[in-house]
């Protein structure tokens, strides 16, 4: 059998040819033959490598040439070169910076699994440190420090030491990471030098490049270790914003990065600061600008004059709205980050609603995000616009996103109270698309709009009651049937309705169940005469042939309460309940503020605190200084307000799960928030649902199904924020839980 | 930072690994992921890292292949993947990004091997490291043009989002300055735009070239007496910005070759090349009737060229009829859409196309999405911001002079206009736009004066010499 073997085939010049002139069906076929055939090249690459070439190859051409087809083995194909690995050291050696850079490459490869052969190149290594030729030393001190083996981690320190002082910036600056990347691989070795110290003192280069290098060096290592503190003072802030011009776009980032380690001592110095990198928001490199807009919102937080803030805000909107013509990646990325500054300075994008519409071909990921901005920034001021282009949206082909606008609409009329009428109108009319996904979604949030608004537009039931028979969702059933319970005394056939519900509930969910159980019970309460034969059907089902312990422990509840007290019943099913909010999903104060500090990272994205996403993330938190403007950061805010509410509950008895809330709101801003902060939370957590219980205690038993049902819409209004996110559910029902009290 | 680059085809095959830090492993937290033509370029993390410069450092990377090996895909990568590996090892430290100039890489990674002699590589290394790491990082020592040339291109994308009631739901520029410089020794270049540049939403605006005065005077006159608002601007890397924030100049030392120099947006006082009028007509359930009348705006001695208009029809359409006043209309079935052709629309002219589509009968009526109409052109001399290029001054110690050529030209970026939501009935979009009186008819005058006879010309019509 014929054995293809592509490697003989490439020319260094033609290899682009060859590689495709290959049909993918040629492969051995046998694993022996796949062995054999491995062996076979290798034997033969070596001799290939090992040939002189003649007197006439000067310039090793036919070294260079075997060396290309071992490193393309090595990645391309899943031929084990290992065996090379003696022949490659003794390659090494030869003046030539094109084959050294091959032979450095294999080394880093393969010097993990062959640790005793990584140690006979260590001296040409070492060699080449001191060689005439800057590229040379640099490239020779980056491949020593990829290598993680301990003896070439131990050798490299002391010339390292040396080359932090090479006359050549572009040795300084590789040597600058190196000491980065030693601490990687040996963080004592590294501690117990003075490299650190070395390091520190290459901020005073006179070159730019290396300063930013010593930086993003000094960063890297301060993330990752709790020892070593990273204090910029003034002067040496004020010095590396000096030169950023002269940086290159990475170089600016890394600066700017570390600008968030300035704490600013004085509120006019962080001002000036400001206004010094404001220039930076017209790079064309958006990580430039993010960063910066990151560096910008932390100063705000030392500023005491608001027309500054105010002036440095305005600075932001336009350059956040131009990320939005870049690729899709850094639209969605700014999106995000948008979200995230609309919540801490509501100020900036304020009159930007409109470059938030969706194009007809933007990514759904872009779509939605823009969405939910819009929900973020529509105002009674904007809302005619804005219901124009969500009805438009509603008419798309892609039904999730269309089902995320109509739910938006919903949302609006409970959040914007005077716009409710002009919602209403835009879902009726959605509604009569006939649309069964649309008609499903509105009808889910006009169920939530009765709720906010209990007793008006109810004359909007009859629309619903038209289209009963296109609802098959579960959640849109189960919100149809709590209307018919709700306001069975006005629906005319109200019990026909829930009759021809019932017929189906064996083959219902749980959450139908449910629905229809209360809503029998609520039939009966107001119409007891049409809902008597109902009644005692549906609480055996529930009692008796149910597996379900939720379900069956409800038909109990409602069974005993009406036996036992019917007019105690109908105060507790039919009695008034606390009207709801549909203030966005926002971010809880804490997280809020440390999210600021990270904006344009990857935790922004996720929205979530940088600890649930990176266990091992440094945390970072606002410096407490003279300067800080701790009255007008949102954590401190909501600490003031749980405190007053603590202090008006306890003087009516309140639930002591308010005291642990407002203790871990306390918690953050000061020294509190480490590595136990998380257990502080999981308290918070259990508490407040301890706290949800209590308050749908109170509001009765009825209210159950329908708080379980709100705490899974308000997640879903979040588009992509609370999807899978297991921490930050009882966050909601914390403030849903707050909500509730705050209303009583 | 990055722990490591990853490239691999579209069958999900490796192409290229290079791992830079020990925490690379097949699992990571984080993947960032690019498509270059037939590749995916993947960076992964395992921190939380700056996303957005690592995103903008795989665009990067992705240009750096192209201008290296003309395209950056599954075989420029197979065939340089030596290559590559040695650019990623430069422009990647510790998984940092460092220098990703072209220029300056390719000073010392070359395709071909050169030869030199052992002095000569040593002198030329470190002047290669200075470039490496110095502020001008983006251009060499020592270029030499036997004559001196600039070539300014002004290219703007105009986004319209029209309702289908005919109201503008968005209107805006995305501009950008594209730069060829063929320049001697190390030029200090200064542009100059409109007299007025006004940047920014209100107030903080500054002056270019004196016109002081007439703050918040109306639209249409501030556009007569050629200013611009800009919304925003972005700025090469190049480009002194601290000057820019200062009095608006702009001052740079450019790159060799052709680069962006700025890109900007506007979303005031945008002028629209193209009025339409579009009404549908949904007659029952097995016709609709499209008309549609498009008006070029602009002034009757400029044209635009490769007019596409695509209409969407319904999913079920059977059969088009359509009639075109101009150009060529086809039916794509595979795009369900009606695609009227105009080679060439000049200005102040009306062209309309009436069509009908005759649907086929479908067991369940479903709704029709509308997608919107949608425009593509390019209109030479022409800019929607009302954008200028007032000079471009080249200061060099040889004092030489040099030649300096722009061009003007507008495009479609997102141009939609919408067809209205509900079933049944009629629908009307039409769009009315104020058109102010034109400063860029000077620009087509002014067109009289090219140059006849340079070498490049051929290559850029519709220049201008400045």
Redesign the interface.
Known sequence: MPIPMPMHVISPY????A??ALPPQYRPLTQNAVLTAAQGKVAELRLELNSSGGKKDK?F?SK?IA??KI??NM??SNNDMVALFPDIVGVMGTQSL?IK??CF?YLVNYARTKPEIALKALPILLNDLED?????R?LAL?TL??V?VKQYVENTVQPLKGLLKDS????R??AA?CV??LY??DRHLVEGSDLIDRLNMMLRDE????VS?AL?SLM?IW?RSESIKLTIDYANASKIVQIL??????GQ??IL?ALTSYVPQDTSEAALLADRI???L??????V???CIRVILYLMNYIDSEKTIALLC??LS??L??LL?K?P??QY?ALRNALLILQRRPEVLR?DI??F?C???DPIYVKVTKLELIFMLASEKNIR?VL??L??YA???DVHFVRKSVRAIGKLAIKIEPAAKLCIASLL?LV??K?SYIVQEATVVIKNIFRKYPNQYESIISTLCENLDSLDEPEAKAAMIWVIGQYADRIENSEVLLEDFLDGWADETHDVQLALLTATVKLFIQRPSKGQDLVPKVLKWATEDTDNPDLRDRGYMYWRLLSSNPAAAKSIVMGEKPAITAESEKLDPATLEEMCL?V??????YLKP?HT??R??RPRRLQDSPALQKERLPSWQAAQKAKLLTERQLAGGAPPALQSQQYAANGNGSAGRNADALEEADALFASMGGQNMMSSMNDGFASSPTHAVHGEQSQMYIVNQGQGLGTMRPMTHAEDGEGDLLSF | MLSGILLFNQKGELLILRAFRQDMRPRLADVFRIQSDNIYVVGVSKGNVNSALVFEFLYKLVSLGKSYFGRFDEEAVKSNFVMVYELLDEVLDFGYPQNTETETLKMYITTEGAVKSEQRALEDSSKITMQATGALSWRRDNIKYRKNEAFVDVIEDVNLLVSATGTVLRADVNGSIEMRAYLTGTPECKFGLNDRLTLGENGADTSLGGAVGNIGGNKASKAAAGSVTLEDVSLHQCVKLSNFTNDRTISFIPPDGSFQLMTYRATENVNLPFKVQAIVNEVGKSKVDFSIAIRANYGSKLFATNVVVKIPTPLNTANTTHRTSQGKAKYEPSENAIVWKIARFTGQSEFVLSAEAELSAMTQHKAWSRPPLSMQFSLLMFTSSGLLVRYLKVFEKSNYSSVKWVRYMTRAGSYEIRLGGDTGGKMCSTVTFVTPTDPRQIIAVSLDSLRKGSQREDTFPGRHHL
Not at chain 1, 282 to 287: E, K, L, P, W, Y
């Open positions: 033609g290899g682009a040819a590689w495709n310039n051409s260079k060396l290309k490193v393309a990645t391309m094109e850079k091959m490459l005439s030729n800057p590229l040379m640099a980056r420090s990829y993680h050549d910036p572009y040795v600056k590789t990471f980065a990347k990687d691989h070159n730019p490049t290396v290098s993003a890297d993330e011009p002269d940086c290159s776009e990475w980032t890394y990065e404001t220039p930076r017209s790079h064309t490199n958006s990580a600008v993010l960063t305005t600075k336009p350059p709205v131009t013509s690729g990646e850094i990325l009159n409109r470059v519409f194009k007809y071909n616009e124009t282009e009805r438009e008419t798309e082909i009319e009569a698309t649309v990270v344009g990272t990857l935790a922004t994205v940088v996403v990176f091992s993330a």
